[in-house]
C-alpha cells in the first residue's frame, strides 16, 4: 500500500484554490488533516480511473446498477 | 426475562390470545427507554403519546378481529433521517432542529398500516455522514456491550436500542455500511435489502444512488418479518423496484444441504485474527449441515471503497451544498471538512467512479453464478474503543461493507458470538440480486448453528416488566 502524497506546495496551492473556488472558508484548524484526507483522495480517484479505462466498451451508465445483471 | 426476550413472532402470538395487550407492552418498551436513555443515549425523540395512541389502535383492532400483519401491536424505533408527521427530522444536526416533518416516510407509513408501535427517533451520525462527532446538537449513543467502544454508524441508536433489550426492530439507512457496521459492532443483526427492495420516500438523502433503506432487528426472524412488511413498490422514490416480494418467512427454516457458499478471501483483506477465526467457523458450521463451502475471488476492498468515497462525497456535497457555503460552522467537524473534499473531484472523476462501479457489479455477479451467498466479514474486528480516531477513507483500511452499496445486491450482518474481550464478533453474508429470501435462509442457519440466541444481552439495568410471559 503507498503512502499518501506528502503536502508539497504545489500540492496545499491546489487545495487551497479548490476550497476558493467552491466558496468554502475551512478553519484553520481543519486544514492540516483535510490535506492528509485530500492526498488519499486522490488516490482513490487514481484507483477509479485505472479501474475504468481497463474497459474497452462503453457502459450504460444511466441504468440503475441492479438491471441488466445475469447471476443465475 | 423481559418482553424484549420474546421473538416478533411470539409476541405476535401472545397479543393474538390476548395474553399481552399492544399498550401494555408499549407503555414497558417507553419506560425502559426512558430509563436508560441517559446512559445510552439511543434515542434523540421519544414519542409516548403517538406510540400509545398506535397501541391503543393495535388493540382495538385484535378486539375486533382484524389482523393487520406480523408487526400488529410490536413497538419499534426509526432512526432520525426518517420523516415521522409532526416531529423534527433532525437527522442529528442543528439544522434539523427546525426541519418538522408534515407526513410519514414510506417505511413509517408502511409500518403504521401494518399495526406497529413508532416509539421514538433514534440516534445516528450528523446526516449519516460521519462519526462520532462529540461536537453536534445530541449527544452520541453508547454502546450496550461497553460504553467505551464505538457504537459504528450511522444507525447507532437502533443498533443500541435492540442490543439494549429495549425494542426487537429499528430502521436504519446504509449508504456504505450505515445499518451493517453498528449490527456488527453492537450484535444485532443488520439487513440492507437489494438496491430498490424497500422505498426511500421521506428518508433525508445521502447518496442517491447508494442510499438503501433496512431493519436491524434481535433476530434473523426479526428482520425477516420486518422486511415482509417493508417491501415494496412506491411510486414515491422513482428508484423503488416494482416487482413482487416473496414471502421471506417460509423457507427459513430450511436447511442448507445443497446451498453454495463462497467465501471471498479478497473482502477479509483487513480482517482481525479473531474475524477470520469466526468466518472460518461459520464456514465449519455451514458444512457440518451440508452447504458447500469454498473460496470465491472478487475485486478488492480499495476498489469498492474508492467508487463509494466519490459517489458519497460528490451526490452527499450536491445536496448539502447551499448549507455548506452559508453556514459551514454549525456542520460537526466531521462532516464539514469531509463534505468540503467534494470539489477536488471533476465530472471525468465522477463518470469513472461510475464506471468503475458497473464492471465491479458486474464482476460480483459472475461470483455469484457460482454459489447462491458469498460469506465475508462486516468489520476486521469488534467495536474499537472511543479513543481510536475513526478513519473511514484510508486507503489503508478499506471498508468491508462499501463493497454490497456499490453492487446493490442484499447483504446482512449476523453475530455470530463475543471476542476475547466480550464484544460481539459478526459475519456478513451477500446475497443475489432480491434474492433476499436464501439470504435470510442462510443467515437463519448461521444464527442457529453459532448459538448467537442463547448469549445474554448486556446488563443495561432493564425492568423485567409485570405479567411477563415465560
Same mark, same amino acid.
Given at each position: 500500500m503507498k503512502e499518501p502524497v506528502a503536502p508539497s506546495p504545489d500540492f496545499e496551492a491546489d487545495f487551497d484554490a479548490l476550497m476558493r473556488r467552491a466558496g468554502l472558508e475551512i478553519k484553520p484548524e481543519w486544514r492540516a488533516r483535510m490535506l492528509v484526507e485530500y492526498a488519499q483522495l486522490r488516490m482513490n480517484v487514481a484507483v477509479l480511473h485505472d479501474i475504468a479505462n481497463r474497459c474497452p466498451a462503453t457502459l450504460n451508465l444511466h441504468q440503475p446498477i441492479t438491471s441488466g445483471r445475469i447471476e443465475t | 426475562m423481559s418482553f424484549a426476550d420474546h421473538s416478533i413472532a411470539d409476541l405476535g402470538r401472545l397479543l393474538r390470545r390476548r395474553a399481552l395487550s399492544a399498550t401494555e407492552l408499549t407503555r414497558w418498551t417507553l419506560e425502559q427507554a426512558e430509563a436508560t436513555n441517559g446512559t445510552l443515549?439511543?434515542?434523540?425523540?421519544?414519542l409516548p403519546e403517538r406510540a400509545m395512541a398506535e397501541a391503543a389502535a393495535a388493540d382495538r383492532a385484535f378486539a375486533s378481529g382484524i389482523d393487520l400483519g406480523p408487526m400488529q401491536g410490536i413497538p419499534y424505533a426509526a432512526k432520525d433521517l426518517f420523516d415521522a408527521k *409532526?416531529? &423534527? @427530522? @433532525?437527522?442529528?444536526?442543528?439544522?434539523?432542529? /427546525?426541519a418538522v416533518a408534515d407526513a410519514d416516510a414510506g417505511v413509517i407509513e408502511r409500518l403504521t398500516t401494518g399495526g406497529a408501535v413508532l416509539i421514538g427517533k433514534t440516534s445516528t451520525f450528523e446526516y449519516a455522514l460521519y462519526?462520532?462527532?462529540?461536537?453536534?446538537a445530541f449527544p452520541l449513543a453508547r454502546n !450496550?456491550?461497553?460504553? /467505551?467502544h464505538y457504537t459504528g454508524g450511522s444507525s447507532s441508536g437502533s443498533a443500541v436500542a435492540i442490543a439494549a433489550g429495549l425494542v426487537r426492530m429499528g430502521l436504519g439507512t446504509d449508504t456504505g455500511g450505515s445499518i451493517r457496521t453498528p449490527s456488527s459492532w453492537c450484535g444485532t443483526v443488520g439487513l440492507k435489502p437489494t438496491? *430498490? =427492495?424497500v422505498t426511500r420516500r421521506g428518508c433525508f438523502p445521502l447518496s442517491a444512488s447508494l442510499d438503501h433503506c433496512g431493519p436491524l432487528a434481535r433476530s434473523v426472524s426479526d428482520a425477516a418479518i420486518a422486511l415482509q412488511v417493508l417491501a415494496g413498490h412506491d &411510486?414515491?422514490?422513482?428508484?423503488?423496484h416494482d416487482g413482487p416480494v416473496p414471502?421471506?418467512? /417460509?423457507?427459513? /427454516? =430450511?436447511?442448507? &444441504? *445443497?446451498t453454495r457458499v463462497g467465501i471471498a478471501v479478497p473482502l477479509? +483483506?483487513?480482517?482481525s485474527a479473531e474475524t477470520l477465526a469466526a468466518v472460518e467457523r461459520t464456514a465449519d458450521l455451514l458444512r457440518s449441515e451440508g452447504a458447500e463451502v469454498f473460496e470465491v475471488a472478487t475485486p478488492d476492498l480499495l476498489s469498492f471503497g474508492s467508487v463509494v468515497r466519490a459517489l458519497l462525497i460528490i451526490e452527499g456535497y450536491h445536496v448539502h451544498e447551499q448549507r455548506m457555503r452559508?453556514?459551514? +460552522?454549525?456542520?460537526g467537524p466531521l462532516s464539514a471538512r469531509r463534505l468540503a473534499l467534494?470539489? &477536488?473531484?471533476s465530472a471525468p472523476d465522477y463518470l469513472a467512479a461510475l464506471k468503475a462501479r458497473r464492471l465491479l457489479a458486474e464482476a460480483v455477479s459472475g461470483v455469484l453464478r457460482t454459489c447462491d451467498v458469498i460469506l465475508c466479514a462486516t468489520? !476486521? *474486528?469488534?467495536a474499537p474503543a472511543l479513543t481510536q480516531e475513526a478513519t473511514p477513507f484510508d486507503p489503508a483500511t478499506p471498508s468491508m461493507t462499501n463493497p454490497q452499496n456499490v453492487m446493490g445486491n442484499p447483504a446482512i450482518s449476523v453475530p455470530v458470538g463475543l471476542d476475547s474481550s466480550g464484544l460481539p464478533l459478526a459475519v456478513q453474508l451477500v446475497g443475489r440480486l432480491f434474492d433476499e429470501a436464501t439470504l435470510l435462509q442462510v443467515a437463519h442457519a448461521v444464527e442457529r448453528l453459532t448459538g448467537w440466541q442463547q448469549i445474554e444481552l448486556p446488563n443495561v439495568q432493564r425492568q423485567p416488566g409485570q405479567g411477563v410471559p415465560a
Amino acid at each position: 500500500m503507498k503512502e499518501p502524497v506528502a503536502p508539497s506546495p504545489d500540492f496545499e496551492a491546489d487545495f487551497d484554490a479548490l476550497m476558493r473556488r467552491a466558496g468554502l472558508e475551512i478553519k484553520p484548524e481543519w486544514r492540516a488533516r483535510m490535506l492528509v484526507e485530500y492526498a488519499q483522495l486522490r488516490m482513490n480517484v487514481a484507483v477509479l480511473h485505472d479501474i475504468a479505462n481497463r474497459c474497452p466498451a462503453t457502459l450504460n451508465l444511466h441504468q440503475p446498477i441492479t438491471s441488466g445483471r445475469i447471476e443465475t | 426475562m423481559s418482553f424484549a426476550d420474546h421473538s416478533i413472532a411470539d409476541l405476535g402470538r401472545l397479543l393474538r390470545r390476548r395474553a399481552l395487550s399492544a399498550t401494555e407492552l408499549t407503555r414497558w418498551t417507553l419506560e425502559q427507554a426512558e430509563a436508560t436513555n441517559g446512559t445510552l443515549h439511543a434515542f434523540i425523540s421519544l414519542l409516548p403519546e403517538r406510540a400509545m395512541a398506535e397501541a391503543a389502535a393495535a388493540d382495538r383492532a385484535f378486539a375486533s378481529g382484524i389482523d393487520l400483519g406480523p408487526m400488529q401491536g410490536i413497538p419499534y424505533a426509526a432512526k432520525d433521517l426518517f420523516d415521522a408527521k *409532526g416531529v &423534527a @427530522t @433532525t437527522c442529528q444536526s442543528k439544522f434539523g432542529l /427546525e426541519a418538522v416533518a408534515d407526513a410519514d416516510a414510506g417505511v413509517i407509513e408502511r409500518l403504521t398500516t401494518g399495526g406497529a408501535v413508532l416509539i421514538g427517533k433514534t440516534s445516528t451520525f450528523e446526516y449519516a455522514l460521519y462519526g462520532p462527532d462529540p461536537d453536534l446538537a445530541f449527544p452520541l449513543a453508547r454502546n !450496550p456491550w461497553n460504553l /467505551e467502544h464505538y457504537t459504528g454508524g450511522s444507525s447507532s441508536g437502533s443498533a443500541v436500542a435492540i442490543a439494549a433489550g429495549l425494542v426487537r426492530m429499528g430502521l436504519g439507512t446504509d449508504t456504505g455500511g450505515s445499518i451493517r457496521t453498528p449490527s456488527s459492532w453492537c450484535g444485532t443483526v443488520g439487513l440492507k435489502p437489494t438496491f *430498490g =427492495r424497500v422505498t426511500r420516500r421521506g428518508c433525508f438523502p445521502l447518496s442517491a444512488s447508494l442510499d438503501h433503506c433496512g431493519p436491524l432487528a434481535r433476530s434473523v426472524s426479526d428482520a425477516a418479518i420486518a422486511l415482509q412488511v417493508l417491501a415494496g413498490h412506491d &411510486a414515491g422514490d422513482p428508484d423503488c423496484h416494482d416487482g413482487p416480494v416473496p414471502n421471506y418467512l /417460509e423457507g427459513l /427454516e =430450511r436447511s442448507v &444441504a *445443497g446451498t453454495r457458499v463462497g467465501i471471498a478471501v479478497p473482502l477479509l +483483506e483487513t480482517a482481525s485474527a479473531e474475524t477470520l477465526a469466526a468466518v472460518e467457523r461459520t464456514a465449519d458450521l455451514l458444512r457440518s449441515e451440508g452447504a458447500e463451502v469454498f473460496e470465491v475471488a472478487t475485486p478488492d476492498l480499495l476498489s469498492f471503497g474508492s467508487v463509494v468515497r466519490a459517489l458519497l462525497i460528490i451526490e452527499g456535497y450536491h445536496v448539502h451544498e447551499q448549507r455548506m457555503r452559508d453556514r459551514i +460552522e454549525d456542520f460537526g467537524p466531521l462532516s464539514a471538512r469531509r463534505l468540503a473534499l467534494a470539489p &477536488a473531484y471533476s465530472a471525468p472523476d465522477y463518470l469513472a467512479a461510475l464506471k468503475a462501479r458497473r464492471l465491479l457489479a458486474e464482476a460480483v455477479s459472475g461470483v455469484l453464478r457460482t454459489c447462491d451467498v458469498i460469506l465475508c466479514a462486516t468489520t !476486521p *474486528g469488534s467495536a474499537p474503543a472511543l479513543t481510536q480516531e475513526a478513519t473511514p477513507f484510508d486507503p489503508a483500511t478499506p471498508s468491508m461493507t462499501n463493497p454490497q452499496n456499490v453492487m446493490g445486491n442484499p447483504a446482512i450482518s449476523v453475530p455470530v458470538g463475543l471476542d476475547s474481550s466480550g464484544l460481539p464478533l459478526a459475519v456478513q453474508l451477500v446475497g443475489r440480486l432480491f434474492d433476499e429470501a436464501t439470504l435470510l435462509q442462510v443467515a437463519h442457519a448461521v444464527e442457529r448453528l453459532t448459538g448467537w440466541q442463547q448469549i445474554e444481552l448486556p446488563n443495561v439495568q432493564r425492568q423485567p416488566g409485570q405479567g411477563v410471559p415465560a
